[in-house]
């Protein structure tokens, strides 16, 4: 099936700076979702997107759904230790009208040095 | 509270065996769907249902079967045939009639021994 390609695959930073990801695909996506997902855990939506060029936050996070619809962006501001875990994009590609199956990106494993 | 839960937490299959894995929602969805996921990999789709009596392969589903005979519940069975079953499992739903957001159970643990 088709994948998202997430970058970067993994991120180590300091507590307290700021995390950037992104997401892109070779097709049109008509939503950007972003889900964490914690060890042993299933994942858990963080944000979601529907229109090009929106932006929304929630609390910490900014997610933008990219003008040309393939692509999508995640930031983290100021970080803390709870938010390591692995960020996922998910979408249902235009391809996909009238049918719920999403594809999932690669992931973006975030770990924090003390 | 409304939520999507799956059981058991963690569970060993000899191999031969076949074993089901539940998953039950109260949020009233219409679609469900049963995802793998090995370690450090992404969610592959296995089996996806958008009503009731009535589902469709995903990616992968060979060696696994599913039932759909409530709305409420997706059981997943992973069979003999299925030669490396060890993986998270992860159920998920959303409302349907087009709305894409998913939303997920804690996942069950398989473990061949």
């Known amino acids: 099936g088709q994948q998202l390609n997430q970058s970067p695959q993994s991120m180590f930073i300091q507590e307290g700076e700021d995390v950037s990801m992104n997401c892109t695909s070779s097709?049109?996506?008509?939503?950007w979702l972003w889900y964490k997902q914690e060890p042993g855990e299933g994942p858990v939506l963080l944000i979601a997107l529907y229109k090009a060029g929106e932006l929304t936050s929630n609390g910490r996070l900014t997610a933008q759904f990219g003008i040309t619809r393939k692509d999508s962006f995640l930031n983290i501001s100021a970080s803390i230790p709870s938010d390591v875990g692995i960020y996922f994009c998910a979408g249902p590609p235009r391809s996909n009208f009238g049918n719920e199956k999403l594809t999932f990106g690669t992931g973006t494993r975030l770990t924090i040095i003390p | 509270d409304g939520g999507i839960t799956q059981s058991p937490k963690y569970l060993f299959r000899k191999e031969g065996q076949n074993v089901t894995l539940s998953c039950e929602q109260n949020l009233n969805h219409d679609a469900m769907y049963w995802y793998r996921q090995d370690p450090g990999q992404g969610l592959r789709l296995i089996y996806y249902s958008q009503i009731v009596n009535d589902f469709q392969k995903g990616d992968i589903a060979e060696g696994y079967s599913v039932s759909r005979e409530k709305k409420e519940s997706f059981p997943l069975t992973v069979t003999s045939a299925q030669k490396n079953p060890t993986a998270f499992y992860l159920c998920?739903?959303?409302?349907?009639?087009?709305?894409?957001?998913?939303?997920f159970g804690p996942g069950t643990r398989l473990l061949v021994l």
């Open positions: 097709s049109i996506f008509n939503t």
């Open positions: 998920a739903s959303s409302s349907g009639q087009g709305a894409e957001t998913q939303y």
